[in-house]
């Protein structure tokens, strides 16, 4: 099963812009992929911020994007708040099975 | 209101077998592929399991091929997993979760602790 690799944790300053990014084991991340970027804060279950790229759902802050970025899915962050403080989880599809990075820790200080 | 509630979980010996149900609520379930993703205390996410609309395509992560079984009843909105032969390892918190464009819906997950 491919391996997908994420910035095990970061740090951004509030109101400072960070990229997050998700490799594939199999080489570039691309469309086909289909990378979902999710969200989780301690407690709380998941839930999704960017699917297929670069697609925000309605609850999806404004300062949130997604993009591919030399070979990798890239989750960008412009004008951090505190309440961004969370794990970030990528996620890819192979051959129709998802397969999850393993999460971010973002750290808003 | 759109609801997914999980049920099923408990301890469990290793070896054991358990059957996870999901409930769902409040939407089309037989229109959207569904999910079994679970977390181990203090790690990350892993995509255990998903299921095409009619049932007729299944995935498995490596970690539970041959062990696990995904199935759904449309008719009744339920979601099941029956997982066989547990391991220490699948000691974790159970998620059913809908992911797809423009829809995001996950439980609140069910508790699953296997022990010896």
């Known amino acids: 099963q491919a391996v997908v690799t994420q910035e095990p944790s970061l740090t951004v300053s509030p109101g400072g812009t960070i990229t997050l990014t998700c490799g594939s084991s199999t080489g570039a991340v691309t469309d086909g992929h289909y990378p979902y970027w999710l969200q989780q804060k301690p407690g709380q279950a998941p839930r999704t911020l960017i699917y297929?790229?670069?697609n925000k759902h309605s609850w999806t802050p404004a300062r949130f994007s997604g993009s591919l970025l030399g070979g990798k899915a890239a989750l960008t962050l412009s004008g951090a708040q505190v309440e961004d403080e969370a794990e970030y989880f990528c996620l890819l599809m192979y051959s129709g099975a998802r397969v999850f990075g393993g999460g971010t820790k973002l750290t808003v200080l | 209101e759109v609801l997914l509630v999980e049920s099923g979980g408990g301890l469990v010996q290793r070896g054991g077998s358990l059957r996870l149900s999901c409930a769902g609520s409040g939407f089309s379930f037989s229109d959207h592929y569904m999910h079994w993703v679970r977390q181990a205390p203090g790690k990350g996410l892993v995509c255990v399991s998903r299921i095409k609309t009619d049932g007729s395509f299944t995935t498995y992560a490596d970690s539970v091929k041959g062990r696990f079984t995904i199935s759904r009843d449309n008719a009744k909105n339920t979601l099941y997993l029956q997982m066989n032969s547990l391991r220490d390892e699948d000691t974790a918190l159970y998620y059913c979760?809908?992911?797809?464009?423009?829809?995001?819906?996950w439980g609140r997950g069910t508790l699953v602790t296997v022990s010896s």
């Open positions: 297929n790229t670069s």
């Open positions: 979760a809908v992911m797809s464009p423009g829809v995001d819906y």
